[in-house]
Nanobody, 122 residues
């Protein structure tokens, strides 16, 4: 099992930026975040279902939901064993708890972090 921890959330004004990080706490397990076939970010706003924000694969393929295209960027640093979600030009509708998800095709493993709150408000 790969344990994930998100950080970097907080309160930001509309138009501002935040960078979320996703790392493995403590000693690195045999299967690490850097081995993930898909590294995805999801979010869940109050009263709404969790939705996919975007993901990145090791070969550079990316996907973003329409509402964040051009504003958000998913990236992964395999040396640092860390994934990032860069969020620019934030809007109040981006307010949600953001979750990191790592998927491993060979084992079928899907690991989640505990989430980090992002609040966009003036």
């Amino acid at each position: 099992q790969v344990q994930l921890v998100e950080s970097g959330g907080g309160l930001v004004q509309p138009g501002g930026s935040l960078r979320l990080s996703c790392t493995e706490p403590g000693p690195v397990s045999h299967t690490t975040l850097s081995d993930a076939d898909v590294l995805a970010w999801y979010r869940q706003a109050p009263g709404k279902q969790r939705e996919l924000v975007g993901y990145a694969t090791p070969n550079g393929d990316t996907y973003y939901t329409e509402s964040v295209k051009g504003r958000f960027t998913v990236s992964r640093d395999r040396v640092m064993n860390t994934a990032y979600l860069q969020m620019n030009n934030l809007k109040p509708e981006d307010t949600a708890v953001y979750y990191c998800n790592a998927q491993f095709s060979a084992s079928g493993l899907s690991s989640w972090g505990q989430g980090t709150q992002v609040t966009v408000s003036s």
